[in-house]
């Protein structure tokens, strides 16, 4: 983990607010017909229609995110599904709440 990344990772509002819906996706996205969101992840199609931006500017912040260890993926097909990496989650939060 490198904090830098995951400080510039988290610098975005828009980022920010995907975290945060994906800590409780069945709140935040319509149900999925692969499953559980929680164990597969949402649909990076459910994730581009609720940020409302393009899809490259989409991808580009999801991979941000996956880069600094704050989400995993799991490609499904022709389907990327993404959910939170809650272990480097919780290190960065014990990190910042030792070192910092």
């Known amino acids: ?51 409302g931006l393009s899809q490259s500017t989409v991808s580009h912040f999801l991979l941000k995110l996956e880069r600094a260890g704050l989400l995993t993926s799991h490609r499904v097909g022709k389907w990327t599904y993404y959910k939170r990496n809650e272990e480097n989650i919780q290190k960065i939060a014990e990190y910042i709440k030792h070192k910092l």
């Open 1 to 51: 983990m490198d904090i830098l990344d995951v400080c510039k990772a988290l610098s975005n509002e828009t980022r920010l607010q995907i975290l945060e819906w994906l800590k409780e996706p069945e709140k935040h996205f319509p149900p999925q017909e692969s499953g559980d969101m929680k164990e597969i992840g949402v649909c990076v199609s459910h994730i581009h229609d609720k940020v």
